[in-house]
């Protein structure tokens, strides 16, 4: 069943006390994506679709620790700092997407 993008509004999340990411994920897959951020293994029972928000959340925490993103200090959102985040796998890019909206990073899936 395809998902419409009018479903889920975009919405600022807490990934972790005092950090948000903007996301369109629906409610039930950002537990993952707060697991991934916080670099817990995944979870083998989790659908497809929850271990894409887990990856996603996981390439946040990368993007961050290599300082392709900062956390910014007005609003403790996301922030790119280079222009160029891609995903190494093509795959990925299929069902989510990184993209900058403004500064702040916003999670949009597909």
């Known amino acids: 069943m395809l998902i419409?993008?009018?479903?889920?509004?975009?919405?600022?999340?807490?990934l972790t006390p005092g950090i948000y990411v903007q996301t369109?994920?629906?409610?039930?897959?950002?537990?993952?994506?707060?697991?991934?951020?916080?670099?817990?293994?995944?979870n083998p029972r989790w659908s497809?679709?929850?271990?894409q928000a887990w990856k996603?959340?996981?390439?946040?925490?990368?993007a961050h620790d290599r300082g392709a993103a900062t956390i910014g200090s007005g609003d403790r959102t996301f922030i790119l700092t280079d222009g160029s985040q891609r995903s190494a796998h093509p795959?990925?890019?299929?069902?989510?997407?990184?993209?900058?909206?403004?500064?702040?990073?916003?999670h949009s899936p597909c």
């Open 91 to 106: 795959a990925s890019e299929r069902v989510s997407e990184i993209s900058k909206s403004g500064r702040s990073w916003v």
């Open 24 to 42: 369109g994920l629906p409610q039930a897959y950002i537990p993952a994506l707060r697991s991934g951020f916080a670099q817990y293994p995944a």
């Open 56 to 62: 996603t959340g996981r390439q946040l925490r990368q």
């Open 48 to 51: 497809a679709l929850k271990f």
């Open 4 to 14: 419409s993008q009018s479903q889920h509004p975009i919405r600022a999340i807490e």
